[in-house]
Nanobody, 118 residues
Framework: QVQLVESGGGLVQAGGSLRLSCAASGRTFSSYDKAWFRQAPGKEREFVAQ????????YYADSVKGRFTMSGDNTKNTVYLQMNSLKTEDTAIYYC???????????WGQGTQVTVSS
């Protein structure tokens, strides 16, 4: 069973930056495409970014394109999300997961809270 542990969230002013990390137990994680999702208060969880299993391709939601960068290190079973030029609307709990055809594969972790103040 793969466990996902997100970290790196916090409180930041608009325009600031944060780097999120997601560490996974279990070697099977590295063989999947991976993605970041987020859930704002009162809203459904939404897709943020995805990276191919090899790390060669990335894809972003329009709302974060040009501001967020996803990367990964399969040797560490870890993916990252560099978030720049943060906006108040980026406030949410951020989660990572492996995905198969866009569908999350494993049980969700606790997520990491990102709060952007104006």
């Amino acid at each position: 069973q793969v466990q996902l542990v997100e970290s790196g969230g916090g409180l930041v002013q608009a325009g600031g930056s944060l780097r999120l990390s997601c560490a996974a137990s279990g070697r099977t994680f590295s063989s999947y495409d991976k993605a970041w999702f987020r859930q704002a208060p009162g809203k459904e969880r939404e897709f943020v970014a995805q990276i191919s299993w090899s790390g060669g391709s990335t894809y972003y939601a329009d709302s974060v394109k040009g501001r967020f960068t996803m990367s990964g290190d399969n040797t560490k079973n870890t993916v990252y999300l560099q978030m720049n030029s943060l906006k108040t609307e980026d406030t949410a709990i951020y989660y990572c997961n492996a995905v198969r055809q866009g569908v999350p594969v494993f049980t969700w972790g606790q997520g990491t809270q990102v709060t952007v103040s104006s």
